[in-house]
């Protein structure tokens, strides 16, 4: 019945983007004329994501290493020139140099929690690669040109960068790609894990729903452990399987045709209810929730998430910590004998090896049936 529900609904609400299109005066009256896409796309200019693109895009791929800034400078205008698709170029930041602020497995000399520290303790720019500027997930655009993207084989990131290409995880996406071949013969190329996604730089209240959608209060109230039953008004989610590349309806229906357990959305929700039910039998409170792209398994019910500081920041509830850090990642020792973590799993009937928990937990609202009360599967709590 679940599947049913989830591969049969046509009613995704589209997300509109806000601004108006400039005079049509202002073009000259051989411009339409052109039999193909005009996109800017000048060597000296640098195509940065703003606001104003999107709010949906397509990730493309991402770069970090000596070789990243001009890689990643090169695909864009690639993909503007040859393919004409608008593309951006995204920058952040991340450090794992400082020690984790997690509290770690017990304590120190002074009483003290330990610490947690990263495996690999570094600091780096990674730079994406995001295309489109699309104003809803639903357009015939989107998917045309996700499937462009995925199996196109732009010269920035072939031979030209083939010793010192920073593409990320660039060695296993070759690997793949000469093992897997699709029946039709079209092989995908190193942006084939290509997805849409939401434009990152505007803020979540964009994309927030006004209310639960009805759909998915329809697939997840009969469920026997359903997170709408959850009486609480936050849990903690401590695992996520993703289903689908996109959100459109045009992916569920292209479910149908696949036989029942294969697609990514099904296992999915196999692997939420399952170690929901593993859960349950060992005394925890679990429960989980499916949506149109991905499903997940939260633990715990509670009225608060924390209590306000002085300094003005919220000083999170004790028993929701204490969730966090029961199925957060625990400690590993690697093959050089430094220590590490991982992500734990859980003995679940039907998974030979388990089933994965998130790297790390983290408090969520419960959704509500509620108009008032608005919900997004990737709505989490300001960290």
């Given at each position: 019945m679940l599947r049913k529900m989830l591969v049969g609904s046509v009613l995704f609400t589209s997300l509109l983007a806000t601004g108006a299109a400039g005079p049509a005066s202002a073009a000259p009256p051989w411009a339409t004329l052109v039999p193909f896409k005009r996109v800017d796309a000048d060597p000296h200019k640098v195509y940065e994501l703003t606001e104003s693109n999107g709010p949906w895009l397509i990730m493309c791929t991402s770069f970090a290493g000596p070789t990243a800034e001009q890689q990643a400078h090169d695909l864009v205008l690639e993909l503007r020139q040859r393919f004409k698709i608008e593309a951006y170029s995204f920058r952040q930041t991340f450090d794992f140099s400082?020690?984790?602020?997690?509290?770690?497995?017990?304590?120190?000399?002074?009483?003290?929690?330990?610490?947690?520290?990263?495996?690999?303790?570094?600091?780096?720019?990674?730079?994406?690669?995001?295309?489109?500027?699309?104003?809803?997930?639903?357009?015939?655009?989107?998917?045309?040109?996700?499937?462009?993207?995925?199996?196109?084989?732009?010269?920035?990131?072939?031979?030209?960068?083939?010793?010192?290409?920073?593409?990320?995880?660039?060695?296993?996406?070759?690997?793949?790609?000469?093992?897997?071949?699709?029946?039709?013969?079209?092989?995908?190329g190193p942006m084939g894990a290509a997805f849409v996604t939401r434009n990152p730089l505007l803020p979540e209240e964009y994309f927030n729903a006004k209310g639960l959608d009805p759909f998915l209060v329809e697939i997840n109230k009969d469920i026997e452990h359903s997170l709408l039953k959850c009486p609480g008004n936050y849990t903690v989610r401590v695992a996520t399987f993703r289903g689908v590349d996109t959100m459109k309806p045009a992916e569920f229906e292209r479910l149908t045709s696949e036989r029942k357990g294969d697609a990514k959305i099904d296992q999915a929700a196999m692997k939420a209810s399952a170690l929901c039910a593993a859960l349950r039998a060992r005394g925890v409170e679990a429960y989980e929730f499916h949506d149109r792209t991905e499903s997940m398994v939260t633990v715990g019910s509670f009225n608060e998430y924390g209590q306000p500081r002085a300094d003005g920041k919220i000083e999170i509830n004790p028993a929701i910590h204490r969730l966090m850090q029961e199925f957060g990642p625990v400690k590993r020792r690697m093959n050089d004998g430094s220590q590490g973590v991982q992500a734990r799993m859980e003995p679940a009937k039907g998974y030979r090896h388990g089933i994965p928990f998130d790297p790390q937990p983290w408090p969520v609202q419960v959704p509500r049936e509620s108009a008032a009360a608005a919900y997004n599967q990737s709505q989490f709590l300001d960290r």
């Open positions: 400082q020690p984790d602020p997690t509290d770690g497995i017990g304590f120190d000399q002074f009483g003290e929690r330990k610490k947690m520290r990263y495996l690999h303790p570094a600091k780096f720019d990674e730079i994406a690669v995001m295309a489109g500027n699309f104003a809803s997930v639903e357009g015939a655009d989107v998917d045309k040109t996700l499937d462009l993207i995925k199996h196109a084989k732009p010269a920035s990131l072939g031979e030209k960068y083939k010793d010192q290409s920073s593409q990320r995880f660039a060695g296993l996406r070759s690997f793949y790609r000469t093992v897997t071949l699709k029946a039709d013969n079209r092989q995908k």
